[in-house]
């Protein structure tokens, strides 16, 4: 359905408050679950080309085609797009009723999701009024001498007339519908990762801010190239609230649309992250968090300034390093403890609310975010040797994670995210602080090692588990939990006894391929092949700790031909322990006891496999010394042959257990033959 944008700007121009308000609605509930404005229009222009292409044969048609999204200066719905977006901010700043504010904000956040309109949302003056409405910033910035829109706001309306004539054909698309339940803010992935920086073109889409400013079409000619935003995750933090409902929250409301406006803004463009920190608008977040995390009531708001401190020290590095300077990990951990209802007993020990119940769908949420945030600002901290001050603020710390490890969420996939975001800052921290995970006391329903409670091992190892039968997105699952895992088994004797007796049980059947089966141990050594270079080292590194970092060990439990690619990387393809070997690392010296099974088959196993292999014909049997002797010189001239032709190359190991070309073992012998003293008849001095 067409909605009447070009009505809207109008209606401002005029001062109709109560014509605004109707427009605005319709246009919000027409393209609430819009993320892609102008697709229908893209593929018309594209059908359009192919046609001239078709009937014309000219190649230069063709390479206009081939990019889709190029900015269309005679595109009218773009254009009325960024022109409301002008219009309508400096319609907000103009101090408009509260309900037509919040429904003026529910339009800019739409406008937000495509790139190619957030030019009018990324000056100073948008981001300050934007951070006034979300309680970030005072008005004084704000004022309205300070406009320099305010010419080009009053000219706007006339400038209508300069846009092309409307054909019929040319309709407004509802774009590509999403799930009731999707919001429209632009958020994350997973770190993500999956966040994208706008490129360089947004600090283009400012140069028609600025003094001259012709007509409406040449202010946009600047802005090519954009991609739109794709499409949001689907909202699960709470069940959506009729308008009603929403409309009696009134200032809350407010903040929430414009800190979702600003969310989007910071998402998609490069300009609005360097903006944010110029203004120093952090400083604002951080008053409001420091608000938040002091137990005022919990609201939906929080939320989204949350994310927004996320968006912003993901993608800013000097305001995440201003966060942790400004205590960022302090307020966090607070507002973490907030969320999760947690009391406290002793020192670093954390219990919960004798009512607690489930992590509600909006206290999950939030408190995944606040994890994300800790992330960013500890990452950097993981090898440094934290002082007095910053330890004791890392267990403290650690105290509540354990909690965001054994507690459940409403929905089972929120659980899995919480412990997942968990695992992610637990292998952020220094490696020193985590013995606060062991520190529980015991209960008669706790896993335990040697008279140390396991809980929390035992749920990382089931979280392992969980990761290694879903197979998906191995790297960025995996390597976490693997690195958390073997770092502990190295710093906790107690931990490493635990997962070892659930991954490395003792060796009894030996009649397939260690990789072969459905256990955690065939898992694991499947991935020491794996195609990922990084997923390959952290599983072997796993089991080669738990082998304490023994070779004969760590073959006998994975075959050589697996453990081999651990073994020439750290140079001990020659059997020898580590030269190199951590000096916190201090194994214990009891030996591994082989089980009556494998003494029975051990002479049979094979060693590159780790199996026992069925035997095999001898295929010189029957031949003569004379035949056997000529088909090993028939061989030897094969491989020679090969290795002149360079298909293969000869290796063997050096006297540091590395692989190496043989012809390099042949000159190191050489040389060190050269260099030895003569056993007689040498010169002395």
Request: net charge negative; hydrophobic share 35%.
């Amino acid at each position: 359905m067409d909605v009447d944008v070009e009505g809207i700007i109008r209606c401002i121009g005029q001062a109709d408050e109560s014509g605004v308000l109707v427009k605005l609605q319709h246009f919000n509930s027409q393209f609430a679950q819009c993320f892609f404005f102008d697709v229908e229009e893209k593929e018309r222009r594209k059908r359009k080309k192919l046609e001239e292409f078709r009937r014309s044969k000219v190649k230069q048609c063709a390479d206009s085609d081939s990019d889709c999204d190029e900015y269309d200066p005679d595109d009218r719905s773009l254009i009325l797009r960024q022109t409301l977006a002008v219009v309508l901010m400096r319609f907000i700043r103009s101090g408009i009723k509260s309900r037509l504010l919040r429904v003026s904000l529910r339009t800019l956040r739409i406008l937000s999701r495509d790139k190619k309109v957030l030019g009018p949302l990324v000056s100073d003056n948008a981001l300050l009024t934007l951070a006034k409405l979300a309680g970030l910033a005072t008005c004084e910035e704000c004022g309205e001498a300070s406009d320099p829109e305010s010419e080009f706001y009053n000219n706007i309306i006339s400038s209508l007339a300069e846009l092309p004539q409307r054909h019929t054909d040319d309709v407004e698309s509802d774009g590509e519908a999403s799930d009731p339940n999707e919001d429209g803010s632009a958020f994350e992935d997973d770190i993500k990762s999956d966040a994208s920086v706008a490129d360089s073109s947004d600090q283009g889409s400012l140069k028609w801010l600025g003094s001259h400013r012709p007509s409406i079409n040449e202010m946009h000619k600047q802005n090519l190239h954009h991609k739109v935003l794709e499409r949001g995750r689907k909202d699960r933090r709470e069940s959506k609230m009729a308008e009603e409902e929403e409309e009696e929250l009134g200032e809350e409301a407010q903040r929430k649309e414009a800190l979702k406006v600003l969310c989007n803004v910071v998402y998609n463009s490069s300009w609005a992250q360097e903006r944010f920190s110029a203004l120093s608008l952090l400083s604002g977040l951080r008053e409001r968090l420091l608000f938040s995390s002091s137990g005022s009531p919990r609201s939906s708001v929080q939320f989204y300034e949350l994310r927004l401190m996320f968006l912003i020290t993901a993608l800013r590095a000097e305001l995440s390093t201003q966060l942790q300077q400004e205590g960022g990990v302090s307020i966090l951990t607070a507002a973490l403890e907030n969320t999760l209802d947690v009391q406290s007993t002793e020192p670093n020990q954390r219990v919960l609310c004798p009512a607690a119940q489930p992590i509600s769908l909006e206290a999950s949420q939030q408190a995944i975010e606040i994890l994300k945030i800790l992330f960013n600002i500890t990452h950097s901290s993981h090898r440094k040797e934290p002082s007095d001050a910053d330890a004791a603020l890392y267990r403290h710390l650690v105290g509540i994670l354990r909690l965001c490890l054994l507690r459940k969420c409403t929905l089972e996939e929120d659980t899995d995210e919480l412990q997942g975001h968990t695992v992610n800052l637990l292998s952020a921290i220094p490696l020193q602080c985590l013995d606060v995970l062991l520190m529980a006391p015991l209960e008669p329903s706790s896993e335990q090692q040697l008279g140390i409670n396991m809980d929390c091992v035992h749920t990382l190892l089931v979280f392992m588990e969980r990761r290694l039968e879903a197979g998906d997105k191995v790297k960025e699952k995996l390597t976490p939990i693997l690195n958390l895992l073997t770092e502990s088994c190295r710093a906790h004797r107690e931990t490493r006894h635990y997962i070892r007796t659930h991954i490395l049980p003792p060796l009894r059947d030996v009649s397939q391929r260690p990789e072969e089966g459905s256990t955690v141990k065939s898992r694991l050594i499947r991935l020491m092949t794996h195609l990922d270079t990084d997923v390959k080292h952290c599983a072997a590194d796993l089991i080669f700790v738990l082998c304490k970092e023994n070779v004969r060990r760590f073959v006998k439990y994975t075959g050589y031909g697996n453990a081999a690619g651990l073994l020439a990387t750290r140079g001990l393809l020659g059997g020898q322990r580590p030269r190199s070997s951590n000096t916190d690392t201090q194994y214990s010296s009891d030996s591994d006891s082989d089980t009556e099974e494998y003494l029975q088959m051990k002479d049979r196993i094979n060693p590159v496999t780790g199996r026992v292999e069925a035997e095999q014909p001898d295929p010189m049997e029957g031949m003569t010394e004379e035949e056997k002797e000529e088909e090993a010189k028939r061989l030897i001239m094969l491989f020679n042959k090969l290795s002149r032709d360079n298909i293969i190359q000869p290796m063997g190991v050096d006297s540091e257990g590395k692989l190496v070309p043989m012809s390099g073992l042949k000159d190191a012998a050489l040389t060190e033959d050269a260099n030895a003293e003569p056993d007689d008849g040498g010169s002395k001095e």
